[in-house]
């Protein structure tokens, strides 16, 4: 079965970096387009960025364009986000979800915390 | 302020039908397919319906999706206590280059 796990949330300092993982299984990784999406404490859900199967094509909400940075390694079934220059707003629980829309596998979500 | 507008909160009887409404605009919704999500307290999203009004394999035949225009619409007939949950609607956005999400309805079965 499909299994989505992200790891590699936590608490960080403003301006502080974190990169966070997740692990795919279940499925050809590398057939499939991938998508990070956040969702802050009590509010509702926002894209971040997806990355398509061979890692050519990459996009960024334009609320994390120039901080983040999503890569993939297909070898190993796994995709990054790696988050710098962070900011309080980017608190959130980060869900890595298969697919370029329509996503019908979502890891069950890691928390980046964003405080001094 | 989310691209796609959903009415906060929604509410209704068990066994009563309800609908949940999504507007967006010819960037999004007038181009291309919605879709609608499920989301239970303390839980990952759940994808309800896509392109429209596709259930996927397991969503019970109580939950229809459609859209007009710029515009969708989430249908739930036969409310049960197990469907109190937050849905967003979502959609292909260009001006984004990728996924604008509604803000969110969040439904109380009364």
């Known amino acids: 079965q499909v299994q989505l796990v992200e790891s590699g949330g936590g608490l960080v300092k403003p301006g502080g970096s974190l990169r966070l993982s997740c692990a795919a299984s279940?499925?050809?990784?590398?057939?499939?387009?991938m998508s990070w999406i956040r969702q802050t404490p009590g509010k509702g859900l926002e894209w971040v960025s997806y990355?398509?199967?061979?890692?050519?094509?990459?996009y960024y909400a334009d609320s994390v364009k120039g901080r983040f940075t999503i890569s993939r390694d297909n070898a190993k079934n796994l995709m990054y986000l790696q988050m710098n220059s962070l900011r309080a707003e980017d608190t959130a629980v980060y869900y890595c979800a298969r697919d370029l829309t329509g996503y019908a596998y979502w890891g069950q979500g890691t928390l980046v915390t964003v405080s001094s | 302020q989310s691209a796609l507008t959903q009415p906060p909160s929604a509410s209704g009887t068990p066994g009563r039908r309800l609908t949940i409404s999504c507007s967006g605009s010819?960037?999004?919704?007038?181009?291309?397919?919605v879709n609608w999500y499920q989301q239970l307290p303390g839980t990952a999203p759940k994808l309800l319906i896509y392109s429209n009004d596709q259930r996927p394999s397991g969503v019970p035949d109580r939950f229809s999706g459609s859209k007009s225009g710029t515009s969708a619409s989430l249908a739930i007939r036969g409310l049960q206590s197990e469907d109190e949950a937050d849905y967003y609607c979502?959609?292909?956005?260009?001006?984004?280059?990728?996924?604008?999400f509604g803000g969110g309805t969040k439904l109380t079965v009364l």
């Open positions: 279940g499925f050809t990784f590398s057939d499939y387009y």
């Open positions: 010819t960037s999004n919704i007038g181009s291309y397919t």
């Open positions: 990355i398509s199967s061979s890692g050519s094509t990459i």
């Open positions: 979502a959609a292909w956005d260009d001006s984004l280059n990728g996924v604008v």
